[in-house]
Nanobody, 110 residues
Framework: VQLVESGGGLVQPGGSLRLSCAAS????????TRWFRQAPGMEREFVAF???????DYADSVKGRFTISRNNANNTLTLQMNNLFPDATGVYFC?????WGQGTPVTVSS
């Protein structure tokens, strides 16, 4: 199983980023999928969730600004992040079932 995140980078407050996670080696369509993030010196925390039925859930801190989506045809999980605040800084991890990617770093700073 391989999960590869991409799309992280440096963005100014109020800006947007779109993260992607490419999955291989598993039947992606059958899994619950999530995004987590880990800020420097902090525990990894839940960001967003989307299940097989496309039901979504979000951490309160990102509701209305972040959108999670999945494409079962090409085994991809996406996180659209808008109106980013500096507290969004951290490494973002894709989670599929009990599998994790290596993460993609996001820095929100002016």
């Amino acid at each position: 199983v391989q999960l590869v995140e991409s799309g992280g980078g440096l963005v100014q407050p109020g800006g947007s980023l779109r993260l992607s996670c490419a999955a291989s080696g598993l039947q992606f369509r059958w899994y619950v999928t999530r995004w987590f993030r880990q800020a420097p010196g902090m525990e990894r925390e839940f960001v967003a969730f989307i299940n097989r039925a496309a039901a979504e859930d979000y951490a309160d801190s990102v509701k209305g600004r972040f959108t999670i989506s999945r494409n079962n045809a090409n085994n991809t999980l996406t996180l659209q992040m808008n109106n980013l605040f500096p507290d969004a800084t951290g490494v973002y991890f894709c989670n599929v079932g009990n599998h994790w990617g290596q993460g993609t770093p996001v820095t929100v700073s002016s």
